[in-house]
Each structure stands twice: as C-alpha cells, then as structure tokens.
C-alpha cells in the first residue's frame, strides 16, 4: 500500500486514473439523470476542471516552464496544487516532458506524440543546458519536490477529504474535473499538432478554454505569455503578475 500511495506519478498509475476519472463522468451523469444527484455538482466540477486548466496553462507552461512572467509566491503554491490534481504529472515531470516537446517538436521523440490508448504522455528524454538548469532547480524547491514525490499521495488525501465531507464532492469535485482534463489534453494533443505540424486553432478555445490553441505562435515564441483575446490565462496573469 505504502509503495503505491507514496510514489510519484508514473504512465501505469496515470492511465488507471484516466480510465477511473472519464468513467466517472458516466457516473456523474447517471446520478443526475436518475435524481440521486442535483445538476447543481456539475457547476462545481466545471469550476475545479477549469482551476485545474488554468494551472497547466498558467502555471505549468508559462510560469514554471518558460518563466515568461513573476507573480507572487501564494500563486505558486495554487497552481501546483491544482496541476498536481490533474494526475497528468508532477510539476516537474511536466516541465520535463513539455521541454522534451520543444526540443523534439513533431520528430518520434516528441512526448507529446499521443497514445490513442491511453492518452498519456510516455516520452522522457535526456534535456541539456538551459533546459536541464530548470528542472534541477525546481527538483530542490521544496514545494515542487514534495508535490513530485508524494503526488500519488496528495491526490488521494484530497479525494479523501472531499469524501468525508460529501461523496459526491469527491465525484463532482475530483474525479469528474479530472476526467475532463483527461479527454481535452488528449484532444489538445491530437490536434493541436495534427499532422506533426503545429497549429493555430483559436476558435476552439469558446468551445475548449485552454489557452492553448495558438499553439503555432506559441512555438515560434516561447517567451510570450499572452496567446489571444480568448486566452483566459492571459487575463489572469494581467491580474497577478509583478
């Protein structure tokens, strides 16, 4: 139990908790249709998927992996949390693997090339310079270290809590935010190289808010922070940032 719970995120555990977490959303919809749940819990799960949401696209990505802007330490300790609920992977494993992206971009050796499987990520390459510097450096911030090593562990404590207080706030309030994020990142991935050829697709973000569907911008500059007038994270980080 121990050697399960007390570990990082891994693609086995990973691709068990995107089968759990996108059948949950059966469950959720079962619940409501039959008059076990009230539709009032799918406002929550919107609300906690698209706090998850903003802490890959603001915090993972622009903030932790390309430093494209400074904020406040608080905001830190909020979007890890929330990233880390995703399952997706630990902040530092996904700064890894979104550099590996870079650095490979659309070759055999891209980690974001999608298992139609599973729909998780499996490439981990050897980083260099610049790349490597980073996530060295957020391998020995505490906040980051903890968060990679007990991932497993903070997830499932979460899901514990939330259980205590309501099952259905573990269902609507964990599970269901997670197995949306699940299917839009998988979606993300498919198409946002489709072909292995980045691409701009801004009009789904009114239909998918990820703030990342200007993905050919993004990757001809990696240093910009704002991806369009409908990125939401470019509205939040006017908001927080130094």
Not at 69 to 78: I, L, M, N, S, T
Request: hydrophobic letters at 45%.
């Amino acid at each position: 139990f121990r050697r399960v719970l007390f570990r990082s995120i891994t693609p086995r555990n990973q691709t068990i908790a995107a089968w759990v977490s996108q059948a949950s959303i059966f469950v959720g919809l079962w619940l409501v249709w039959n008059g076990s749940a009230s539709g009032w819990w799918w406002l929550l799960s919107v609300s906690v998927y698209m706090a998850m949401q903003l802490s890959i696209t603001v915090g993972c990505h622009r903030l932790f992996t390309h430093r494209t802007f400074e904020c406040h330490r608080v905001w830190h300790w909020v979007f890890a949390y929330f990233a880390t609920l995703t399952w997706q992977a630990s902040t530092v494993s996904w700064v890894h693997v979104h550099y590996t992206h870079h650095a490979f971009s659309d070759t055999d050796d891209d980690s974001h090339i999608t298992d139609w499987s599973f729909l998780v990520w499996k490439r981990y390459r050897p980083l260099t310079g610049k790349y490597a510097r980073v996530v060295a450096d957020m391998a020995r911030d505490p906040l980051h270290s903890v968060l990679h090593r007990y991932a497993v562990a903070v997830i499932a404590l979460t899901g514990v809590v939330f259980w205590a207080i309501d099952p259905m706030l573990a269902l609507f309030g964990l599970a269901i935010p997670m197995g949306y994020y699940f299917i839009t990142s998988g979606m993300h991935q498919i198409f946002s190289h489709y072909q292995r050829i980045p691409r701009n697709i801004p009009w789904i973000e009114l239909i998918l808010p990820m703030g990342e569907w200007h993905h050919a911008n993004h990757h001809q500059n990696p240093s910009e922070w704002d991806f369009g007038k409908y990125d939401l994270g470019s509205h939040l980080i006017r908001c927080i940032k130094r």
